[in-house]
């Protein structure tokens, strides 16, 4: 059980600033996502706190060790981080089996060659059977290469366990069962885990605090429900989900806008501000009295779900709205609106 | 605790880099050493020396050996491998072979084998007719190897813009060879510059022999080195011409997917005469030398001892052994340094490695000949300088296995081994080394046949008294003892016969000899 600290951690790559002074704190025994779109420096800053890449400033601490600090630095092989890659990176040359005891002490290491307890054990935990192991790499597919690099990882117990967009590589269906392996498996050996990701649903889905980042710095930390529903500025807003964008008046904690008076997540003064919602919390139901309206420009079918795309009678805002798959409205009927839930109030930019 | 900082990402450990800029500066030495020592000479000597009738008729000779031979090479490499390749020819699998096969027959055997089948072979026709037969495998390779990666889309794509089957191969397919076929006629063209065998058998002067024959005469090499000044301004010369060539345009696959396979082109009633004309092709380049020695060592010299032939091949294979050795060691910091991230650095030292192996075996000779009789006169005349010289001349062989090896081994999987204990040695030792040691014993093999029949530089540098097969087979044909010479020509043969192997298994683009 271990708690990783970063602070004011600044690194360049080429020559090129990538990270400005970013602080973090992962609690022991919890996952942490750092959620970026791709050359935003996440990947940069995991190379740091695993030790492949030296800070320009800053310190990495786990628990009371300081392990990259001024004047201090600690070899990656000393860090007891457990680390899995994008590739997953099994070593080519060695059976599965020998992958997951590569890290372990000489001895054991020789034990577990053909699945031992252990190896067994920790394919066991990943959701991968004991016949596994002595393929070949190449002989597995590309999701059980990920379990099996996290269970190399995790065979030699490290303090804290970093992904580096481990799913990111598998095609759609693989990724969610992979990560839900994944997530048991971390959850199972109670690991402090740094998951590195582009993609909102993963980050949401997996952490118990995202962590996003723009541009080398950090623009919001929080519960994953906090991050989606008050976002701190509107790239985070944008980046997130879906968005929807309205012109209002503030006054107190109400704001006046084209959907009519809504409800702020927190007051805003008084004055014309931006307000954002997210589209499944705007509601279609029949036009009724007092009840704002529009038309059905488009929608576009998930199957489960679709977007509706709507134009506001009062003042011809274009807006989206998240609707049951069941429930799709013909493009060009009008619908009456409703909203759910509270809005937030950025000023105007 | 305050540990040593490691490099950032892309740059290699300062002890590799250190040992790559002495492998380096070594390459480059030879080049320095002719340089300094041509200038010494002066300028109105030099003049004198240069501006000779003899200089005028070398030239001549020089490039019009070069041009016509590079022409004939590309002529049929390109055609043999177009039809190996990408038609309906019966047996292409065997017609690659057989088309590869010839490079294991060293240049100077295949020129004893023709004037042994045609004495009266000589001059210009002659060297251009033996060193096409030996050398145009070196446009076949590359040229095959592009040819069976083609996408077959590329030329869809082409036919669905609205161009002919003809126009498509010409405006689509054709400009996709220009790097390799360019590639392999450089090689070509840098051969014949260093070839001294083939001519000073059928009597056709260039600059390598000329230079040879001066180191005879005199040992005091002015004029020797300012000819192999001139041998390098040629080769230069070639470089740039195919550098200008190539051009910058890339020629690399877009996009990701699989690459589609060809569709053979049909021959239809054209494969009987095709088929005719390639089986002339492997007669004329496998046939002819074959033939001669089987005749020869039919034939026979009473005063042929095995055990002399045993000694020199063991002398041979210790040769060959060491410099062997010595050349992938020094390959793989190089190999290293460049598979990192490219530095101004790296790409210079992988440039020295690769000047160096442009310059005829002849011109580096000289230059260690020199540097050892001026400031090591002890190793003059000792085995060492000789595998020396072998290890400047091969080192690129080396390397073409090694580094397509260590792409095989990226940095990440070195920071895997980090991150699960391994300190920087041991993780070299337990990921690196075991990735890179099937490259590493192909580039090993590579010197070593090359070492194995290496004549130039051995006939300079040798200690007295020290025979190679190729040196033992030089001498024996030098005084019309061909019987005699025919078990060391035998012998070079199988030690050269898994070249074809190995160049048929080699990465496509990477062929360099």
Not at chain 1, 108 to 126: D, K, N, P
Not at chain 2, 199 to 213: D, H, K
Not at chain 2, 255 to 267: E, F, K, N, Y
């Amino acid at each position: 059980m271990t708690t990783l600290r970063i602070s004011g951690v600044a690194a360049s790559y080429g020559g090129e600033p990538v990270l400005h002074g970013l602080d973090l704190v992962v609690p022991s025994g919890t996952t942490s996502a750092i959620l970026g779109p791709s050359g935003c420096g996440k990947t940069t800053l995991l190379r740091v706190v695993a030790g492949f890449q030296v800070p320009d400033a800053g310190t990495v601490q786990l628990d009371d060790e300081t392990v990259v600090g001024p004047g201090v630095w600690v070899a990656p092989e000393r860090r007891d981080i457990g680390y899995v890659a994008q590739e997953g990176n099994l070593f080519p040359h060695l059976s599965v089996a020998a992958n997951i005891a590569y890290g372990l002490p000489r001895g054991e290491r020789r034990r577990e060659r053909h699945a031992g307890e252990r190896v067994s054990r920790l394919l066991e935990l990943v959701g991968l059977g004991a016949d596994l192991a002595d393929r070949r790499p190449d002989q597995i597919s590309g999701g059980q290469q990920q379990r099996v690099a996290l269970a190399r990882a995790l065979a030699r117990r490290p303090r804290i366990v970093l992904l580096d967009e481990p799913f990111s590589s598998l095609d759609a269906g693989l990724r969610t069962s992979t990560r839900e392996a994944v997530a048991d498996a971390l959850e199972h050996e109670g690991v402090t885990v740094v998951l590195v990701t582009h993609d909102q649903a993963e980050a949401l889905s997996f952490a118990d605090q995202v962590a996003i980042m723009h541009a080398g710095r950090f623009s919001q930390v929080g519960t994953p429900s906090e991050v989606y529903a008050t976002p701190a500025d509107r790239h985070s807003a944008a980046f997130l989900g879906d968005a929807v964008f309205l012109r209002g008046k503030a006054a107190g904690a109400r704001v006046s806008t084209a959907l009519g008076a809504l409800r702020l997540h927190e007051g805003a003064g008084e004055g014309p501000v931006d307000v954002l919602l997210r589209p499944e919390q705007i509601l279609l139901g029949d036009m009724a009295p007092g009840r704002p309206c529009a038309e059905v420009l488009s929608t576009t079918y998930f199957g489960h779900d679709a977007l509706v795309t709507l134009r506001l009678q009062a003042d011809r805002t274009v807006v989206t709205a998240r609707v049951h798959g069941t429930e799709v409205p013909p493009t060009g009927s009008i619908v009456g609106l409703t909203v759910e839930g509270e809005a937030r109030a950025f000023g105007v930019g | 605790m305050a540990r040593p900082r490691p490099g950032s990402r892309g740059s290699a450990p300062t002890a590799v880099v250190a040992v790559g800029l002495v492998v380096a500066a070594l390459c480059v030495l030879p080049l320095v050493v002719v340089a300094v020592k041509a200038f010494q000479v002066g300028w109105g000597p030099a003049w004198a020396l240069l501006w000779r009738p003899r200089v005028g008729e070398l030239l001549v000779n020089t490039t019009s050996l070069v041009v016509l031979t590079v022409a004939v090479t590309a002529a049929l490499g390109i055609g043999s491998a177009w039809l190996v390749e990408r038609t309906s020819l019966p047996g292409a699998k065997l017609w690659r072979v057989a088309m590869v096969a010839p490079l294991a027959v060293p240049a100077f055997v295949n020129s004893y084998a023709w004037v042994t089948v045609l004495p009266g072979l000589d001059g210009l026709v002659g060297a251009v007719l033996v060193t096409s037969l030996s050398y145009f495998p070196f446009v076949f390779l590359p040229v095959a190897a592009v040819l069976r990666g083609l996408d077959q889309s590329i030329e869809d794509s082409a036919r669905s813009l609205g161009l002919g089957p003809w126009a498509a191969f010409f405006r689509a397919v054709l400009p996709q060879l220009r790097p390799a076929a360019l590639g392999g006629m450089l090689l070509v063209g840098l051969h014949l510059l260093s070839e001294y065998g083939v001519l000073a058998m059928l009597r056709f002067p260039t600059f390598t022999t000329a230079i040879l024959e001066q180191f005879e005469v005199a040992f005091s090499n002015s004029a020797g080195s300012l000819l192999a000044l001139v041998l390098i301004a040629l080769c230069l010369t070639l470089l740039t011409v195919e550098l200008l060539l190539r051009g910058t345009r890339r020629h690399a696959r877009l996009g990701r997917g699989t690459a589609r396979r060809l569709v053979p082109a049909r021959l239809g009633r054209a494969t009987a005469p095709v088929l005719g004309g390639m089986t002339v092709l492997a007669l004329l380049a496998l046939g002819v030398p074959v033939w001669s020695l089987v005749h020869w060592l039919s034939v026979g010299n009473p005063q042929f001892d095995p055990a002399v032939l045993l000694q020199t091949l063991g002398t041979t294979v210790g040769l060959a052994l060491s410099a062997g050795v010595l050349t992938v060691v020094a390959a793989f910091p190089v190999a290293w340094m460049i598979s990192r991230r490219r530095t101004w650095l790296s790409v210079a030292v992988e440039r020295a490695t690769y000047v160096a192996s442009s310059l005829p075996g002849v011109v580096i000779a000289l230059a260690l000949i020199t540097l050892a009789v001026r400031y090591a006169r002890p190793l003059y005349q000792t085995a060492f300088v000789l595998v020396a010289a072998y290890t400047v001349l091969f080192i690129p062989r080396a390397m073409v296995s090694i580094r397509a090896a260590r792409a095989h081994a990226p940095e990440e999987l070195s920071e895997a081994a980090r991150a699960l204990g391994d300190g920087p040695m041991r993780a070299f030792l337990r990921v690196l080394l075991p990735l890179t040691a099937p490259g590493a014993l192909a580039g090993f093999a590579m010197v070593f046949i090359a070492v194995s029949t290496e004549l130039t530089a051995t006939l300079l540098l040798a200690p007295t008294g020290t025979q190679t097969l190729a040196t033992a087979f030089w001498n024996a044909s030098g005084s019309i003892d061909y019987a005699g010479a025919a078990p060391y020509a035998a012998a070079m043969i199988l030690v050269s016969a898994p070249l074809t192997y190995l160049l048929l298994r080699q990465p496509e683009e990477e062929t360099a000899l």
